[in-house]
């Protein structure tokens, strides 16, 4: 798409709505724009607005104030921004209250939070129905999205290249309560027309996947153009040489905006409480009718829980799957407390030190 094309589009069309108007009204008032963040790049930023596309960098109160990567702008938000025409781009002085985020724990030991994508209304969990196929990832996953405050869509991609592909679909609607399952083939471009319900005018989707299940054929899909660039799959391990290796918003023919993520290659989880009791609640429903309301579904008389899964009500490894979530999740819980109580240690120290200058001057 030519950058005309671009031009010709109005804010509605990047999913502006009168949610965002209203927050916006007081920067208005004094002479600001408003932009939705297309596409990040370390430390700068291009926006869709009004106006056309733009570059634009946070200026450095935004970043001062700024406790972890989760604070500064991120794909998919609205900020508010100030032109600066002698350079050629313009200022990022705040960001509008996000109507939901996805973000995930930033890789390696740390558990600063990333945001993977913001104000997005649909997230459509991509796996294939191939090798890729595990029902304990797509739970995961389910997490992920439930906790975002988008609504889930799982697609099942490559029903090509099975037979079975019905069967594994009611598979995935067992674990998957409360979400579309939808089975297609990108390659093919069969069952693509069940996803259009989706992405209207100003509709946000978000597309989260592993590696190699076919979410940049099924963007360009989406797009009706080769804007992702994909590469054949190496024999043997069924992993897509090609990866994204940035997050983009898209326009689509359809009117919606397209959001496509890089691997998820470490997933892991924040503490997430609602997409916990969203994934699994059957198991949570079941456990409400335990006899003691602090079951630990252990030795305890009374335990549904136990009950369920010795008829086959609760599937076993849909339930170990939940017990480790929780515990990962606990885990998580304790290294945050015990990082916020470091920071408030060296917030602390820092003041003292501050007084500690000022009373030897005087």
Same mark, same amino acid.
């Given at each position: 798409?030519?950058?005309?094309?671009?031009?010709?589009?109005?804010?509605?069309?990047?999913?502006?709505?009168?949610?965002?108007?209203?927050?916006?009204?007081?920067?208005?008032?004094?002479?600001?724009?408003?932009?939705?963040?297309?596409?990040?790049?370390?430390?700068?930023?291009?926006?869709?607005?009004?106006?056309?596309?733009?570059?634009?960098?946070?200026?450095?109160?935004?970043?001062?104030?700024?406790?972890?990567?989760?604070?500064?702008?991120?794909?998919?938000?609205?900020?508010?921004?100030?032109?600066?025409?002698?350079?050629?781009?313009?200022?990022?002085?705040?960001?509008?209250?996000?109507?939901?985020?996805?973000?995930?724990?930033?890789?390696?030991?740390?558990?600063?939070?990333?945001?993977?994508?913001?104000?997005? &209304?649909?997230?459509?969990?991509?796996?294939?129905?191939?090798?890729?196929?595990?029902?304990?990832?797509?739970?995961?996953?389910?997490?992920?999205?439930?906790?975002?405050?988008?609504?889930?869509?799982?697609?099942?991609?490559?029903?090509?290249?099975?037979?079975?592909?019905?069967?594994?679909?009611?598979?995935?609607?067992?674990?998957?309560?409360?979400?579309?399952?939808?089975?297609?083939?990108?390659?093919?471009?069969?069952?693509?027309?069940?996803?259009?319900?989706?992405?209207?005018?100003?509709?946000?989707?978000?597309?989260?996947?592993?590696?190699?299940?076919?979410?940049?054929?099924?963007?360009?899909?989406?797009?009706?153009?080769?804007?992702?660039?994909?590469?054949?799959?190496?024999?043997? &391990?069924?992993?897509?040489?090609?990866?994204?290796?940035?997050?983009?918003?898209?326009?689509?023919?359809?009117?919606?905006?397209?959001?496509?993520?890089?691997?998820?290659?470490?997933?892991?989880?924040?503490?997430?409480?609602?997409?916990?009791?969203?994934?699994?609640?059957?198991?949570?429903?079941?456990?409400?009718?335990?006899?003691?309301?602090?079951?630990?579904?252990?030795?305890?008389?009374?335990?549904?829980?136990?009950?369920?899964?010795?008829?086959?009500?609760? &599937?076993?490894?849909?339930?170990?799957?939940?017990?480790?979530?929780?515990?990962?999740?606990?885990?998580?819980?304790?290294?945050?407390?015990?990082?916020?109580?470091?920071?408030?240690?060296?917030?602390?120290?820092?003041?003292?030190?501050?007084?500690?200058?000022?009373?030897?001057?005087?």
């Amino acid at each position: 798409m030519s950058d005309d094309w671009h031009t010709m589009l109005t804010l509605e069309d990047y999913g502006w709505n009168d949610s965002f108007a209203e927050e916006f009204k007081p920067f208005a008032a004094e002479g600001f724009e408003a932009g939705r963040v297309s596409l990040q790049h370390n430390k700068v930023y291009m926006l869709y607005t009004a106006a056309g596309e733009t570059w634009a960098e946070a200026t450095g109160r935004l970043r001062y104030h700024a406790r972890e990567a989760g604070d500064l702008p991120a794909v998919g938000d609205w900020v508010v921004i100030r032109r600066v025409p002698e350079e050629d781009k313009a200022k990022i002085y705040e960001i509008l209250p996000r109507r939901s985020k996805f973000s995930r724990k930033a890789a390696g030991r740390e558990t600063q939070e990333q945001i993977v994508a913001a104000n997005v &209304d649909t997230v459509f969990l991509v796996t294939g129905l191939d090798n890729d196929f595990n029902p304990r990832r797509i739970e995961r996953y389910l997490i992920m999205a439930w906790e975002s405050g988008a609504e889930p869509v799982v697609v099942l991609n490559k029903s090509d290249l099975i037979e079975d592909a019905e069967e594994k679909k009611r598979a995935i609607e067992l674990v998957a309560p409360g979400a579309p399952v939808v089975l297609l083939s990108a390659k093919r471009g069969d069952g693509v027309g069940q996803l259009l319900p989706f992405t209207g005018r100003g509709r946000t989707v978000a597309l989260m996947g592993s590696s190699g299940v076919g979410k940049s054929t099924l963007v360009n899909l989406l797009l009706g153009s080769d804007v992702q660039r994909t590469q054949a799959v190496r024999a043997g &391990d069924e992993r897509g040489k090609h990866t994204t290796t940035h997050r983009e918003l898209f326009v689509m023919s359809s009117g919606g905006i397209l959001l496509d993520t890089p691997g998820m290659r470490e997933l892991q989880l924040l503490v997430s409480e609602r997409g916990l009791r969203e994934t699994f609640e059957d198991i949570e429903e079941v456990s409400l009718r335990c006899r003691f309301s602090d079951c630990r579904h252990e030795n305890e008389p009374g335990c549904a829980i136990r009950e369920a899964l010795s008829t086959g009500a609760l &599937d076993t490894e849909r339930y170990r799957n939940y017990g480790k979530m929780q515990a990962e999740m606990r885990q998580l819980e304790v290294r945050q407390d015990q990082r916020k109580s470091q920071e408030e240690k060296s917030r602390v120290k820092r003041i003292t030190r501050a007084f500690n200058k000022m009373d030897k001057r005087h």
